[in-house]
């Protein structure tokens, strides 16, 4: 119960982990990022023998908002076959349900090298692709994209920050980076994007 105030100190770390190998060190850091990009804040309180508590804090709806983004109907993306490589089961649901009212021929796989397989079948023009795929990683994924589907345009949908330049993405055949968790409307959009660059 409560953390030390050395662990308090890096537990925004990526991969700092008090859990030995069973841990990835992941968890706060993705908070961390999440929140962030809500330009929020994180307070901790804690007590090494008593507990811990987290404040999160963030902008009131119309300050977060800003600038309204442009909606984007499905209608407006037109007829796209797109390849999703996601292991997360919820998120999986998302895209089959984009799938049941939009024009989009969505197919979903949670592993790599089935992605690949399917690639090099061709006939795809968007691949979303998240960063923890358990059998291959996102990185390499997007590496094994990059040759056997060179013309796919990939958009990373990741809860992970990242941290590539601008450059070193669009190099990597990356068109579009879309945090987690995003709005139905921010996913058409990206692919939208992704189609006309």
Not at 47 to 68: N, Y
Not at 160 to 174: F, Q, S, T, Y
């Amino acid at each position: 119960m409560g953390m030390s105030e050395e662990v308090k100190r890096r537990m925004f770390e990526p991969f700092f982990t008090t859990k030995g190998p069973k841990g990835l060190g992941l968890g706060m850091s993705m908070v961390q990022g999440i929140v962030s990009r809500h330009r929020g804040s994180i307070e901790v309180r804690s007590e090494e023998g008593k507990g811990t508590s987290f404040i999160l804090r963030f902008p009131a709806l119309s300050e977060a908002r800003g600038q309204p983004s442009q909606e984007v109907r499905w209608e407006e993306v037109g007829p796209t076959k797109v390849l999703v490589v996601e292991d997360d089961a919820a998120v999986q649901e998302v895209f089959k349900e984009i799938g049941k009212f939009t024009n989009l021929d969505l197919e979903v796989t949670s592993s790599g090298k089935d992605a690949i397989d399917r690639l090099a079948g061709g006939g795809f023009q968007v691949l979303v692709a998240d960063l923890s795929i358990p059998d291959m990683g996102g990185w390499k994924l997007v590496e094994e994209a990059k040759k056997v589907a060179p013309d796919v345009p990939i958009i990373l949908c990741t809860g992970w920050e990242v941290r590539e330049p601008h450059e070193r993405l669009r190099a990597m055949g990356i068109k579009v980076v879309v945090p987690k968790p995003f709005q139905i409307g921010e996913m058409l959009r990206a692919i939208r994007q992704a189609l006309e660059n």
